[in-house]
């Protein structure tokens, strides 16, 4: 198993703890991943939001892009899986911007493709946001120019959304980046199957993930083309006991007497589905329904459930924790085994 974790641009994690010691800052951002290389992480994924979907719209959120390029200078070893979304990138320029990262970091840079989910931020970025399947379209065209720029000494293309004539892409990145790529719908599975590398997806049940990474198996095969790298988001909590363990849970998940901010849209975005109104906290309380893989409890306990998602055939965990700095510490020293921590 690789130990991953998302960089804390939001400010937390917790959307019912406003104040979580971990700011939304560079520093804070920086002496995270500097530790982290140090104590057994494998990467980083930085994620993209021009609004903080954590800590309310008002709330800071640093930029992606420009953190990962200052992170590719001070890490050495790091993975920088940093989100992109194409209706955000022209894509020539992107592939020039995000080739010049990758260099910056010895080839340390791999992408986060997301095909968008936030119409209102991109109302408010006066931004195109297509309907469903057509975002994965202009995803897929979107892949297709920067791959070219990538590879090719001259690179025309006409699409219905991008075109380029004879561009020249130089220097080229030291190593084409890996693609990660998530998402449930049959549009979504089909553009990951078919032009990434990587397929990540929300927390879940071993036995959920193990029938996800399954059909991708599937459809990788039938295409006829390399295995792909399975990874998953979980939230983490690591205790003596499963009492304290299930205390903080308690506590992450109190909405107290009125909602935080933004529950009411999430609230809404539910309305059609079965969920009982305990899971739609709990699904609320921690993004990327961190929960569900139930990494809570003892070392032991946690380290044993690490064990089933790696039989199912999990290759990546994306950890989030709170406050960051000191639980990645804990889960480190009492999670991650002994000789990859020393490896590190």
């Not at 791959?147 to 000494?153: K, Q, R, V």
């Not at 049959?186 to 959920?208: N, R, S, T």
Request: hydrophobic share 45%.
């Amino acid at each position: 198993m690789r130990y991953g974790f998302w960089a804390p641009v939001f400010g937390g994690w917790l959307r019912n703890v406003a104040d979580e010691r971990m700011s939304a800052s560079w520093e804070y951002t920086r002496d995270l991943c500097v530790r982290a290389e140090q104590i057994g992480y494998d990467l980083t994924l930085v994620a993209e939001l021009n609004l903080n979907d954590i800590k309310g719209i008002d709330a800071p959120a640093l930029d992606a892009w420009s953190t990962a390029a200052a992170l590719a200078a001070v890490t050495k070893r790091l993975e920088l899986m940093v989100a992109v979304r194409p209706n955000f990138h022209q894509p020539a320029l992107f592939a020039k911007q995000a080739a010049n990262i990758q260099n910056i970091s010895g080839g340390r840079l791999s992408l986060n493709v997301v095909s968008s989910w936030w119409a209102e931020e991109a109302r408010q970025y006066g931004l195109q946001f297509d309907a469903h399947d057509d975002r994965y379209a202009r995803t897929s065209e979107w892949l297709r120019v920067v791959d070219g720029l990538w590879s090719e000494p001259r690179f025309s293309f006409d699409g219905k959304m991008y075109r380029t004539e004879d561009a020249i892409l130089a220097p080229k990145p030291v190593a084409k980046p890996i693609r990660y790529a998530g998402g449930e719908s049959e549009a979504a599975k089909a553009l990951i199957a078919g032009q990434c590398d990587a397929y990540v997806m929300h927390g879940d049940e071993p036995g959920v993930i193990a029938a996800k990474i399954a059909d991708m198996r599937a459809r990788r095969e039938r295409l006829g083309l390399k295995p792909m790298i399975y990874g998953m988001a979980a939230y983490a909590i690591v205790r003596d006991s499963a009492r304290e363990a299930d205390a903080e849970v308690a506590r992450i998940t109190d909405m107290g007497d009125t909602p935080p901010p933004g529950f009411d849209n999430f609230d809404q975005w539910l309305s059609g589905t079965q969920l009982e109104r305990e899971l739609k906290i709990r699904e609320y309380s921690v993004s990327n329904r961190g929960l569900r893989p139930g990494l809570v409890g003892t070392p032991e306990h946690v380290a044993a459930r690490i064990e089933e998602f790696e039989a199912a055939g999990l290759d990546l965990l994306l950890l989030q924790m709170s406050p960051q700095i000191e639980e990645m510490e804990r889960f480190s020293a009492q999670v991650i085994p002994a000789n990859l921590r020393h490896a590190a």
